[in-house]
Structures are given as structure tokens and as C-alpha cells.
């Protein structure tokens, strides 16, 4: 049973290109949550998502920053307009369902360079 | 809102015990987790409490007191593949909040 696949493992960008960053969760899991890692810091929540809707993005910025989970295909995380500040590692983890006790399962992440 | 607290690092001696503690403060409580990250790779799920008490799986156990809102992380037998950074997070009504992790480094 494949993880969590992320690609591209690193993506380098110059100020003010796009970022788009995939992740395909594991088989049967139809829960995808992004977060953002600094170097040396914790993981920051983004955003959640179950199939073809959003259920909480409070943790992601307003502007420049989108994700979706479509009905077929990987869930993908845009980055408009690149600024340094966004150099970052970038994880997706999904899990089955709701439930409490459910624990994330963590791809190996996107590290995003912005020159 | 969440907050979570862990020590930054520790340090600990191959074939030792060690103890890495979490306090929280949250709006909801719905479980919390333990995940140990290699650095550069992902996190991987270590424990899960939800009810208080100590959960034992083989080196590794977790503890939760649910009033105190403080958990442990203990690791026995230390060994030096341990060495990485653990992370406790909070279960609210819908997040799983990180904290900022503590990395532990085993020395020979």
C-alpha cells in the first residue's frame, strides 16, 4: 500500500513565479491537509480538505495561496507570485475519515526554494 | 486556540531512559499524538491518548493526564537511530496542532 506521494521532493522558483506542489494521499484516504515547516520550527497547519471541498483553511494566508482536492487527480497546493518568505518545506498527510483517533500519514514533503 | 509547549532539545546517553514532556492549552480536546521526524523526512505517528493513563507500545510510552493538560513521551533502551525530533500535537474539534518539537540526540 503506496503513503502519501509528494512531488516534486524540491522545487526552486524565482520571485513572483507560480508554485504548484502535489500530493496524492495514501489508497482509501479521501482526507488531505497541508502544512508548512521552517527550518528548525514546528509544522504549520494550512489547510484541510476532504474530496472536492474545503472544511478548514484557517491557517492559510489570504492572498496568493490556494489548494483543492478535485474529484480525480492529487490535491494541489498554488503558490501565486513567490516571495522569499515562502522557502519553506511544504507536507501533505491524509487520513480515512474524521475520527479522532485517526492519525495523519505524512508524505515526505516539498521543499520549496524561492531565489 | 492552541497552545503546545515542549523543550527545545534534550540530550540522553545510548541505552538510557528518557522522558519528553508536552503541556497544552486548548479550546477542544480531542486526542493527542506523538510523531518522531528524522530530519529531511516526514513525521511518522508514534502514540495516540485520548483517556488518562500510560500507553505502552514495545521502547516507546506515552502518557496523558487530561486536567494537568501535560503529556510524556518516554523512550527506553535508548539507541542512536532515536536521535530525531519529537513532535506532540493536539487534536482539537477538527485541527492536529503541532508543537514545536523537541530534538533529542543520543550519544554513544
Known amino acids: 500500500n503506496a503513503g502519501v506521494m509528494q512531488n516534486p521532493r524540491h522545487l526552486v522558483r524565482r520571485r513572483g513565479q507560480e508554485a504548484r506542489l502535489r500530493c496524492s494521499p495514501m489508497?482509501?484516504?479521501?482526507?488531505v491537509y497541508w502544512y508548512r515547516q521552517l527550518p528548525e520550527e514546528g509544522l504549520k497547519f494550512m489547510v484541510y480538505?476532504?474530496?472536492?471541498?474545503?472544511?478548514?483553511e484557517s491557517g492559510m494566508p489570504k492572498e496568493r495561496f490556494s489548494a483543492e482536492f478535485p474529484k480525480e487527480g492529487p490535491s494541489i497546493l498554488r503558490i501565486q507570485q513567490v516571495v522569499r518568505g515562502d522557502s519553506a518545506a511544504y507536507f501533505c498527510?491524509?487520513?480515512?475519515?474524521?475520527?479522532?483517533?485517526?492519525?495523519?500519514?505524512f508524505g515526505n514533503g516539498t521543499r520549496l526554494t524561492v531565489t | 486556540g492552541q497552545n503546545i509547549d515542549q523543550p527545545t532539545e534534550m540530550t540522553a546517553t545510548e541505552g538510557a531512559i528518557v522522558q519528553i514532556n508536552c503541556t497544552y492549552q486548548t479550546s477542544g480536546f480531542n486526542g493527542l499524538f506523538w510523531y518522531q521526524q528524522h530530519a529531511g523526512e516526514a513525521p511518522t505517528f508514534l502514540s495516540y491518548?485520548?483517556?488518562?493513563g500510560l500507553e505502552e507500545k514495545g521502547r516507546f510510552s506515552s502518557f496523558l493526564s487530561r486536567s494537568k493538560g501535560y503529556s510524556y513521551l518516554l523512550l527506553k533502551e535508548l539507541q542512536m537511530k532515536d536521535s530525531a525530533s519529537y513532535l506532540c500535537?493536539?487534536?482539537?474539534?477538527?485541527?492536529?496542532?503541532f508543537g514545536s518539537g523537541t530534538q533529542l540526540t543520543v550519544l554513544p
Open positions: 491518548n485520548v483517556l488518562d
Open positions: 489508497k482509501g484516504h479521501s482526507h
Open positions: 498527510a491524509s487520513s480515512p475519515d474524521r475520527a479522532n483517533n485517526s492519525p495523519l500519514h
Open positions: 480538505l476532504q474530496k472536492e471541498n474545503i472544511i478548514d
Open positions: 500535537a493536539v487534536r482539537d474539534r477538527v485541527q492536529l496542532t
